[in-house]
């Protein structure tokens, strides 16, 4: 799956295919920036903050400030702006697997996540960090993520 795809996909939930499908452009602004980040020349939080003003300006002048998007099980849904923030995490995530694997990507992801809460920098300490952690490190992050997140939120790629 390409980065564009990759970006789609995590947001149809979230916006429903037609706005995705209608914003392409924007997919592929998303998709760029997720891909060509570099540890200590660009900033995780403001990567996060971008992304979050992005989509919600994009939302805002597809709906005319009503932030009223049809998904794809035919529900209109009003996009709060807490779920922006979500929405922005959850693209992190992309950004932050396709890091390098090396200490330097692996302490920036670390601090992110004790910084900001992210669920998006767990999952890459979970997921694709475990070897740089001691096994009592890893199972804390664990603990966090189930205790700290909504579980719709890791459902799909950590075991209840």
């Not at 390409?2 to 602004?29: C, H, K, Y």
């Not at 209109?76 to 330097?104: C, N, Q, S, T, W």
């Not at 998006?120 to 001691?134: K, P, T």
Request: proline letters at 4%; a neutral charge.
């Amino acid at each position: 799956m390409t980065p564009i795809e990759q970006t789609a996909a995590t947001l149809r939930p979230w916006l429903g295919s037609d706005f995705v499908a209608a914003n392409a452009e924007l997919m592929a602004r998303l998709a760029f920036r997720l891909t060509h980040f570099t540890v200590g020349r660009d900033n995780l939080p403001k990567a996060a903050q971008d992304i979050d003003t992005a989509l919600f300006m994009a939302v805002r002048d597809a709906t005319g400030g009503r932030m009223i998007l049809r998904l794809d099980d035919n529900r209109h849904m009003r996009v709060k702006v807490d779920d922006f923030a979500i929405m922005a995490d959850e693209l992190l995530y992309l950004l932050m697997h396709g890091l390098p694997r090396d200490e330097k990507s692996f302490l920036a992801v670390r601090e992110y996540s004790v910084r900001h809460g992210s669920l998006a920098a767990l999952r890459a300490l979970y997921l694709d960090y475990q070897a740089f952690q001691a096994d009592e490190e890893w199972r804390t992050v664990e603990r966090v993520i189930k205790t700290c997140h909504p579980p719709f939120r890791w459902r799909g790629w950590l075991t209840p």
